[in-house]
């Protein structure tokens, strides 16, 4: 039997390989990211003064470009003054990794600087309800009304014209009209989230639907079974393990909408504590506000994914990374079965 080949067309990695590009690819953006920080003739645009020398308007740890800190060494070297010192440095928006890693302890135990502003704990607690109510009212009536367009062409033609026409519009051109209605808290910043998956949910759920194989609904239809059974006991069954995925896509867009939707009206969660530090200049806490958005982000669809192949195990879907750490970490590993897209 030959060898399994890296680039195989739709053919399956072994677990070993693709757990080995799952880390890669953590580690490929982490090293260009570190040779950038730490290599001074790779992209270090900056001098960090070490020593002001005569310069009055300079002191010790101020970055200023590199063409205006040569000009004034060769203006203090024509006049005989005390030239200044620096070393190569990344403007301050760029904090090396370890700098980031560090504020990804210190951001939370970090007493904010202004009375009334919220921890970051706190911050994330707000983001992660916003999403929340969200999602949940965009699916409460999205997936039903998605299901109905993909069972009935009536209601489909009657409902998804409209749909296309209002989702390519921006769903931040709605803040406005939130905050008239629902006011400047909490309700305006979950509508946006609302109108930013409704519609693309309603469209994704209808086209899902229409996928399932029309001879399912033949074999039902000659077993007796009227139109409220072709759908609730044939199309929705059918398709639930690719409506379950569905949702967990159209979650990653609720969080695309986030920050957009905490800064209509009153500006709180994740997005106030980012805009707070990067007014403050302090841009490694910005890094690992956004790190720590994406690692919840990863947690939470790795945690769907897990749970959707205990629910949906017939459909024997590619093993996801959580479940082949605890796999590796619980118990004997067995060779997972070739994947079939």
């Not at 308007?57 to 060769?74: C, N, Q, S, Y």
């Not at 009334?116 to 911050?123: C, F, T, Y």
């Not at 399932?212 to 007796?224: I, K, P, Y």
């Not at 919840?296 to 990374?321: E, M």
Request: net charge positive.
């Amino acid at each position: 039997m030959s060898r399994p080949r890296w680039f195989n067309v739709r053919q399956d990695l072994s677990p070993r390989r693709r757990a080995s590009l799952t880390v890669l690819a953590f580690l490929l953006p982490l090293a260009l990211w570190g040779i950038v920080s730490y290599v001074p003739f790779i992209w270090h645009p900056m001098i960090s003064v070490t020593d002001p020398g005569d310069v009055t308007w300079l002191k010790a740890g101020t970055l200023i470009d590199r063409p205006a800190f040569t000009t004034e060494v060769e203006t203090l070297r024509a006049s005989g003054g005390k030239v200044p010192a620096g070393v190569r440095a990344n403007p301050i928006f760029l904090p090396a990794p370890h700098e980031v890693g560090r504020a990804l302890y210190t951001a939370f135990t970090t007493k904010p600087v202004l009375r009334g502003d919220k921890w970051l704990h706190e911050s994330l607690w707000v983001s992660i309800r916003t999403i929340f109510w969200g999602f949940l009212i965009s699916s409460t009536i999205g997936i039903p009304l998605g299901i109905l367009c993909g069972a009935f062409v009536s209601i489909s033609r009657s409902t998804e014209p409209f749909v296309d026409f209002v989702r390519y519009m921006p769903a931040p051109a709605f803040g406005a009209l939130m905050v008239a209605v629902f006011g400047i808290h909490m309700e305006p910043k979950i509508g946006i989230i609302v109108i930013g998956t409704f519609f693309q949910q309603v469209l994704i759920v209808a086209n899902t639907v229409r996928k399932v194989d029309g001879g399912l609904l033949e074999a039902a239809q000659t077993l007796g079974a009227k139109r409220r059974q072709l759908v609730l006991r044939v199309l929705v069954p059918a398709s639930l393990p690719d409506l379950y995925n569905d949702t967990r896509i159209l979650l990653g867009w609720a969080w695309t909408y986030l920050i957009v939707a905490e800064v209509v009206g009153v500006s709180s969660g994740i997005t106030f504590f980012i805009n707070q530090q990067a007014k403050y200049r302090n841009f490694d806490n910005v890094y690992a506000a956004i790190i720590i958005i994406g690692i919840i982000g990863l947690a939470t669809d790795q945690a769907l994914a897990w749970l959707g192949q205990r629910l949906f195990a017939w459909k024997n879907p590619r093993p996801s990374f959580v479940r082949k750490l605890l796999a590796r970490a619980f118990g004997p590993h067995h060779p997972a079965p070739a994947y079939q897209p």
